[in-house]
T-cell receptor, first 116, second 110 residues
Framework: EAGVTQFPSHSVIEKGQTVTLRCDPI?????LYWYRRVMGKEIKFLLH????????ESGMPNNRFLAERTGGTYSTLKVQPAELEDSGVYFC??????????????FGPGTRLTVT | GDSVTQMEGPVTLSEEAFLTINCTYT??????LFWYVQYPGEGLQLLLK?????DKGSNKGFEATYRKETTSFHLEKGSVQVSDSAVYFC?????????FGPGTRLSVLP
């Protein structure tokens, strides 16, 4: 079974440009999460989808970030316009369920974003 | 708010050495605790977890015990291998969303 995949693996853009990151969760996983690790610091939660709905977007840093999950399958995270401080590694994760008990989140390899 | 603190890295050890990576946390609720590992070029993988006080998580020779009295979840391994070289993240979850530590890079030399 394929794991969580992310594209691209690395993106280098100039300040002010737009970048779109894509995440394909494990098939059948309704829950999809975005995290990012900036400047080698801790990995921080950005948002959580349940199917196509945003369950929690409390971690989104500002309105330059837009996440979508049309159809409840893959998700995109768009940064527009990108700033220098957006550089980091963006991780996507998916899980089968939520609620009672622990549903393991399976992480993708991450997209390294460099804004110059 | 909730937070996780890990020892500063990088940590460099010789093969078969004993490993300890310290982790402490602050949480408003009663968290579950985790160690994740990221091998070069790969995503984060769950290494072990503990859901209540005094639980011991273990996997691949690694162990960590949930210590509520000291709010700690230190990772240990008795004899590291070169293949253990990776970045290790301590994390907690209260509700559905993870709070991660900054990560500790481990390099094991042959």
């Amino acid at each position: 079974e394929a794991g969580v995949t992310q594209f691209p693996s690395h993106s280098v853009i100039e300040k002010g440009q737009t970048v779109t990151l894509r995440c394909d969760p494990i098939s059948g996983h309704d829950n999809l999460y975005w995290y990012r690790r900036v400047m080698g610091k801790e990995i921080k939660f950005l948002l959580h989808f349940v199917k196509e709905s945003k369950q929690d977007e409390s971690g989104m840093p500002n309105n330059r970030f837009l996440a979508e999950r049309t159809g409840g399958t893959y998700s995109t995270l768009k940064v527009q316009p990108a700033e220098l401080e957006d550089s980091g590694v963006y991780f996507c994760a998916s899980s089968l369920g939520t609620g009672q008990g622990f549903y393991e989140q399976y992480f993708g390899p991450g997209t390294r974003l460099t804004v110059t | 708010g909730d937070s996780v603190t890990q020892m500063e890295g990088p940590v460099t050890l010789s093969e078969e050495a004993f490993l300890t990576i310290n982790c402490t946390y602050t949480a408003t609720g009663y968290p579950s605790l985790f160690w994740y590992v990221q091998y070069p070029g790969e995503g984060l993988q769950l290494l072990l977890k503990a859901t209540k006080a005094d639980d011991k998580g273990s996997n691949k020779g690694f162990e960590a015990t949930y210590r509520k009295e000291t709010t700690s979840f230190h990772l240990e391994k008795g004899s590291v291998q070169v293949s253990d070289s990776a970045v290790y993240f301590c994390a907690l979850i209260v509700g559905q969303n993870f709070v991660f530590g900054p990560g500790t890079r481990l390099s094991v030399l042959p």
